[in-house]
């Protein structure tokens, strides 16, 4: 009867445990994880609550007496400390005794907490039976994903923490991840895959390709994936014959498989082939066999399609389903706020692309969108500021439709230097689907941004010129045609119009930039230039920027009239509304009488006599000291700039 009592209860207990991990328990995926607030051994408290604004938290229940316990924990630990710029943030959390939790922190020095629950989270959490029990908490502290107990659900954890980096574009944490998992179990196929995949998107192209590679090689599943993975290398490598090969090979083999379909989308929309690409991107969605990362890719890309034939609706039910999946999706949030954008819906717009920063606060679209936004919002609601470009807009839509240019005649005064002005006018957008809307915006939107930080340049008003193509409604076609950007500049009183267009490609998006003399046609700079991964844009557009701005300086140098010498202070009658900054310099030039040679006079150039460099800025004039000098310097001297490297470069 005893034995038959112990059986009893032994049963009751394994059923205790089994429910712990199989959905029973008082925490699920997808809901709030519960709150809580506990100390570390120093007394350090540590609130769940507090965390609501950090983007990942790991939350790890283990023994501190057991080692196979401590194992992810460890691993996890090894890889912050080896990787000491990685965003890796965890908690330990253990019900074992302080003399034992002390030992531990004494032996392996963890940098993450390490908490004592004496407040029975552990049993909240469904974590007292069966260690280690790890939870993975997103955005708004939900419960992403949960795992219970060590050896091969390790390894699963270990690859789903890869993934969940690889949506973070955290590249180099998951790829460390993916290493040690594959180190664990080399067969772990999804290990691999993950591997391939954040080599794919950190641009690592032969990288990826020898991953899928070899993966594909594996019979079973690994040949799937790895098959399916090289289908994505090889349009990203421009071979998109190859990859429709590989596509249909991986369909015919597992015709439940998403990713392959947006693969064949993209080549396809590449190739004008709208309404297959439309047909393969549906079937992405609707497959059932993908990573989290590969279906929330699809939803999106069908967002963007619908997007881009003005079906607003549609594609943000598409980018929401996206970010269900993909909770870290930074692009389908700003590409919803980019489809309020061209509704006109300012605030909702400036929601979503806050939201996308508050998961990367590096992202240059959510965060150049999200300034725009709230430029255009600020307008909205400040009558004065409104009532004066609405004033601006109209002047110059009556100057643009009479074609008169806003300089009737020339200026009295031929030698000073008038402000250098300068407009984008948005690039012209062909190619492939990209993943994000809005390239042309952020560029522009960028560039401008960083032109006039310089003082050098001043860049005419986004919000200007947007109204002004709305009331004069011109859209790309039209703004594609030289002859109308010229027109536009112009209307502007731009010196330098800045136009070309953007080439989506599958390895990355190329962009063709020509600067244009307003008032000569002469084109100064022509600017071809690869612009790669979202990782990169921010140090591209820098590059750019710089470029621009030292054409600017070198065809365009300042010119200026000495206005007064006192001692070897020097006043010249340029200032900041010119594009004068602290420690500009100037030359001060001599015109040289021309020589006769054979009945013909040549030309020499001028001759340096002084060197100045700006010390005191004002409006409409400057201070110099006199850096070097041949002679004393007098009224009317003639004054040139001279490139200020600081400016130019770096």
Known sequence: MNCCKNVFTLLILVLIVCMAGTGYSQVKEGEPAPLFSLKDMDGTTYDLAAMKDQP?????????????????????????????????????????????VADFVKKTKPTFPILLDDAGVSDTYQAKFILPTTCILGPDLELLDYFQGGGKTTNVMLVKLAERKLQQKQIVIAQALSDEAIKNDPKDARAKMIKGYASLKAGQLDEAEKTFA???????????????????????????EKALAMASTVESAAPERAYIHTVKGDVLYAQNKKAEAQAEYTKAVENP?????????????????????????????????????????VEAMANKGVTYEKEGKWDKALDMYNKGQSLDKDDVFASALAARAAQMLALQNDSKNRERVDKLVKELSERYRSQNKIFTSSPADTWTSRPMVLTFVDFQETG??????????????????????????????????????????????ELADPETALRLGRVLAAKVIGTGSLLHMPEGTMLSLRLIDTETTAIPKVINRELSTDATLKKDLHKLNREILTTVMTTYPLQAYV??????KVMINLGSNQGVVMGSRFGVIEEQEPIEYKGKKLQQA????????VTIVEPDLSYCRIIDQERPLKRDDKAVEKIDKTLTEG
């Open 214 to 240: 070899s993966l594909a090689e594996e019979k079973g599943q690994g040949e799937i994936l790895g098959k399916e993975g090289l289908a994505g290398v090889y349009a990203a490598k421009g071979q998109s």
């Open 432 to 477: 492939g689907l990209s993943e994000r809307d809005g390239l042309s915006v952020v560029m522009t939107t960028q560039l401008a941004e960083e032109l006039n930080a310089s003082g050098r340049v001043q860049v005419v008003e986004r919000v200007v010129i947007e109204r002004l193509l709305e009331e004069l409604n011109l859209g790309s076609s």
């Open 289 to 329: 066999g993908a990573e989290d990362f590969q279906k929330a890719g699809a939803y999106n890309k069908l967002g963007r399609l619908y997007a881009s034939i003005g079906d607003f609706s549609q594609s943000r039910d598409l980018y929401d389903q996206a970010v269900q999946i993909d909770p870290y999706y």
């Open 606 to 613: 001028a001759k340096n006599i002084a060197g100045l460099e």
């Open 563 to 568: 206005v007064n010498v006192t001692g070897d």
């Open 56 to 100: 990942m938290l790991i939350i790890y229940f283990f023994d501190a007496t057991s080692r196979p316990s401590q194992e992810s924990l460890l691993t996890m630990d090894n890889l912050a400390q080896r990787y000491q710029t990685i965003d890796l943030k965890v908690w330990g959390i253990t019900r074992s005794p302080q003399d034992s």
